[in-house]
T-cell receptor, first 115, second 114 residues
């Protein structure tokens, strides 16, 4: 079974530029999550989708971050314009909608450096 | 809102020695608890999870964790550490209803000395 795929793996941009990250979840997983992991910290949820609907985006800085999951499969996270403090690893995870708690499977992440 | 505290930022142990990583959580109801490991440049891998039942749970790679409700703790243990266990370890709590995203602690970096 293929895991969660993310691209690119690394990205370096200047502040005020825009950037987009892509995630393809495990086949059949209805729920998709984007987390931000700043160096030295644990991952923090940015947005959670169930199929193509948003379940939780309370911690997404909506003035500069946006995310979509148009067909309920893969997803794109965008930052426009980027700030220095956006430098982090962006992790995508997915889970099946089954059982008492949905075990999350994580992708390798995209490391973003904003200069 | 739930929270997780990992009091130890960095731990060094000798290969073959036992290991215990501490995790304390705050959550109003019965928590769903997890331990993940992250090697450099890698994503998060689930070591073990606790949903209910037996408070001592076994995971992969010889790890185990014990849920203690009275202490709000979920400490990770391994009887004999291998050099390949050097990594960052994260404890996480899940709400378990609707919003199923995880709240992570800040992590403990494990260094293993030969």
């Amino acid at each position: 079974e293929a895991g969660v795929a993310q691209s690119p793996r690394y990205k370096i941009i200047e502040k005020r530029q825009s950037v987009a990250f892509w995630c393809n979840p495990i086949s059949g997983h209805a729920t998709l999550y984007w987390y931000q992991q700043i160096l030295g910290q644990g991952p923090k949820l940015l947005i959670q989708f169930q199929n193509n609907g948003v379940v939780d985006d309370s911690q997404l800085p909506k003035d500069r971050f946006s995310a979509e999951r148009l067909k309920g499969v893969d997803s794109t996270l965008k930052i426009q314009p980027a700030k220095l403090e956006d430098s982090a690893v962006y992790l995508c995870a997915s889970s099946l909608d089954r059982g008492p708690f949905y075990e999350q499977y994580f992708g390798p992440g995209t490391r973003l450096t904003v200069t | 809102a739930q929270s997780v505290t990992q009091p130890d930022i960095h731990i060094t142990v000798s290969e073959g020695a036992s290991l215990e990583l501490r995790c304390n959580y705050s959550y109003g109801a019965t928590p769903y608890l997890f331990w993940y490991v992250q090697s450099p440049g890698q994503g998060l891998q689930l070591l073990l999870k606790y949903f209910s039942g037996d408070t001592l749970v076994q995971g992969i790679k010889g790890f185990e964790a014990e849920f203690k409700r009275s202490q709000s703790s979920f400490n990770l243990r391994k009887p004999s550490v291998h050099w390949s266990d050097a990594a960052e370890y994260f404890c996480a709590v899940g709400a378990g209803t609707g919003r199923r995203a995880l709240t992570f602690g800040s992590g403990t970096r494990l260094q293993v000395q030969p």
